[in-house]
């Protein structure tokens, strides 16, 4: 018998297994608090005016045995209340008529024994014992209406063996009375106990599924950073190497300077990559502008570009985001589109850093629905999950036919502190 067992079970347990376990156990003791009580009460009677040894002995099993329902009936409750399957309405109706029937023994019971304020005596622990028994279980199952309703009539029920036991009215009346003040005590304890146990589940499920969220955003931000990343550089590879062909065709020297040109994207693709994968990949404004121009001019369009005096003002986090947009608008420009002039202008107005980059060569497609946004594909819905991460905008306006035009927006101030790399999903959590 491995005597280490339970040690590493508890272990292996999470905080809410074992939260659930100590709150649990601490019901089940209250429960079991009965049998001890009902044995004191029997030492303390004197031996000539007991039960008798085989009385007191059967007295003593029926405690325990009410306490065994009202233990099982506590776990049905608690499961019950968690939203798990439970017998807690058979469990309730045992407790309570094992209780009556343990009362009803003990009466009968105590009907020998002589004088009969001992027999009494007995019955009014066992009875008082027994209420508290039931109703703790109730409280933790039943709504507070139900239980209201319910718990007046239980006690009631102990009126009539408790004045058979020889109980004078009196005496009756003043344990209903303290039962009544003392049972929604009782009731209001046990039932916020399930209450705290409802919560410990609750935030950690709410923890798996912030944990869920963290890995689908990043599974997102690692989709959308790829595409940003490879879009441009994989168009700009097939270019240089068609170009390459050509040249080659031609028996042109060039043709071994576009394929080492080429041989640098990609060990550049390479790098960005890698820092897309750690989650530090930013976009340097002025190091798009020059290689939008340089992959634009090499595809025969003739690019214009006017940043103004405040590009190298910006923030830093805005300048990346930004660039993120020149990124993806100049891939759009190559895939989409048979330009053969590509205008990029950056402007500040209002508080906003504007980047607009307009084009032609557009082939005629499905008019814009109202509000210039189309839906777009991957790619511009990456930038609009960009931008909106930094309360910017994403806008498609109206252009001259043939044409397209695009319009980010960007608060100066947003974003984090410049230089900074923004935090991914999962380091949020981890936080």
């Given at each position: 018998?491995?005597?280490?067992?339970?040690?590493?079970?508890?272990?292996?347990?999470?905080?809410?297994?074992?939260?659930?376990?100590?709150?649990?156990?601490?019901?089940?003791?209250?429960?079991?608090?009965?049998?001890?009580?009902?044995?004191?009460?029997?030492?303390?009677?004197?031996?000539?005016?007991?039960?008798?040894?085989?009385?007191?002995?059967?007295?003593?099993?029926?405690?325990?045995?009410?306490?065994?329902?009202?233990?099982?009936?506590?776990?049905?409750?608690?499961?019950?209340?968690?939203?798990?399957?439970?017998?807690?309405?058979?469990?309730?109706?045992?407790?309570?008529?094992?209780?009556?029937?343990?009362?009803?023994?003990?009466?009968?019971?105590?009907?020998?024994?002589?004088?009969?304020?001992?027999?009494?005596?007995?019955?009014?622990?066992?009875?008082?014992?027994?209420?508290?028994?039931?109703?703790?279980?109730?409280?933790?199952?039943?709504?507070?209406?139900?239980?209201?309703?319910?718990?007046?009539?239980?006690?009631?029920?102990?009126?009539?063996?408790?004045?058979?036991?020889?109980?004078?009215?009196?005496?009756?009346?003043?344990?209903?009375?303290?039962?009544?003040?003392?049972?929604?005590?009782?009731?209001?304890?046990?039932?916020?106990?399930?209450?705290?146990?409802?919560v410990v589940w609750e935030l950690d499920a709410a923890r798996e599924a912030q944990s869920r969220l963290a890995v689908a955003e990043e599974r997102?931000?690692?989709?959308?950073?790829?595409?940003?990343?490879?879009?441009?550089?994989?168009?700009?590879?097939?270019?240089?190497?068609?170009?390459?062909?050509?040249?080659?065709?031609?028996?042109?020297?060039?043709?071994?300077?576009?394929?080492?040109?080429?041989?640098?994207?990609?060990?550049?693709?390479?790098?960005?990559?890698?820092?897309?994968?750690?989650?530090?990949?930013?976009?340097?404004?002025?190091?798009?502008?020059?290689?939008?121009?340089?992959?634009?001019?090499?595809?025969?369009?003739?690019?214009?570009?006017?940043?103004?005096?405040?590009?190298?003002?910006?923030?830093?986090?805005?300048?990346?985001?930004?660039?993120?947009?020149?990124?993806?608008?100049?891939?759009?420009?190559?895939?989409?589109?048979?330009?053969?002039?590509?205008?990029?202008?950056?402007?500040?107005?209002?508080?906003?850093?504007?980047?607009?980059?307009?084009?032609?060569?557009?082939?005629?497609?499905?008019?814009?629905?109202?509000?210039?946004?189309?839906?777009?594909?991957?790619?511009?819905?990456?930038?609009?999950?960009?931008?909106?991460?930094?309360?910017?905008?994403?806008?498609?306006?109206?252009?001259?036919?043939?044409?397209?035009?695009l319009r980010a927006s960007v608060p100066l101030g947003a974003g984090p502190a410049a230089g900074a790399p923004e935090p991914t999903a999962l380091?949020?959590?981890?936080?």
């Open positions: 018998m491995d005597v280490t067992a339970p040690v590493r079970r508890w272990r292996g347990y999470g905080k809410p297994q074992r939260s659930e376990l100590y709150l649990r156990w601490s019901l089940y003791l209250m429960a079991f608090s009965q049998p001890p009580v009902v044995l004191l009460t029997l030492v303390g009677t004197a031996p000539q005016h007991g039960p008798g040894p085989a009385g007191g002995a059967a007295v003593l099993a029926l405690s325990c045995g009410v306490s065994w329902l009202s233990i099982r009936a506590y776990g049905a409750a608690l499961d019950h209340y968690l939203g798990r399957p439970s017998a807690v309405d058979r469990r309730l109706r045992s407790t309570a008529a094992g209780a009556l029937a343990a009362l009803w023994i003990t009466v009968l019971i105590g009907s020998d024994i002589s004088p009969r304020e001992d027999g009494a005596s007995l019955a009014v622990t066992l009875a008082g014992g027994l209420a508290v028994l039931w109703f703790g279980p109730l409280s933790v199952a039943r709504p507070v209406r139900t239980v209201a309703l319910q718990g007046p009539l239980g006690l009631a029920l102990l009126a009539p063996p408790l004045l058979m036991a020889g109980t004078d009215p009196a005496t009756t009346c003043g344990l209903l009375v303290g039962l009544g003040v003392i049972l929604p005590l009782l009731g209001a304890s046990c039932r916020s106990f399930a209450w705290l146990l409802g997102l931000r690692f989709s959308r950073d790829l595409h940003d990343v490879m879009g441009r550089n994989l168009t700009t590879i097939a270019l240089k190497s068609e170009l390459a062909v050509q040249l080659a065709r031609r028996g042109r020297p060039e043709a071994a300077d576009q394929m080492t040109e080429v041989q640098r994207i990609a060990q550049e693709s390479h790098r960005e990559v890698r820092d897309l994968v750690r989650g530090y990949r930013t976009a340097d404004l002025n190091a798009e502008v020059i290689g939008a121009r340089a992959v634009l001019r090499a595809a025969g369009v003739e690019c214009g570009i006017d940043l103004g005096e405040d590009a190298a003002a910006l923030a830093g986090p805005v300048q990346s985001v930004l660039g993120w947009v020149l990124r993806e608008a100049t891939t759009n420009v190559l895939r989409h589109s048979e330009a053969r002039h590509c205008s990029v202008r950056l402007r500040v107005a209002d508080g906003r850093a504007v980047l607009e980059l307009a084009n032609d060569g557009v082939p005629a497609g499905p008019p814009v629905p109202p509000g210039g946004r189309p839906p777009g594909g991957t790619g511009l819905r990456g930038l609009r999950e960009r931008l909106a991460a930094h309360d910017g905008t994403l806008d498609l306006p109206p252009a001259a036919p043939g044409s397209f035009l380091e949020k959590t981890a936080r």
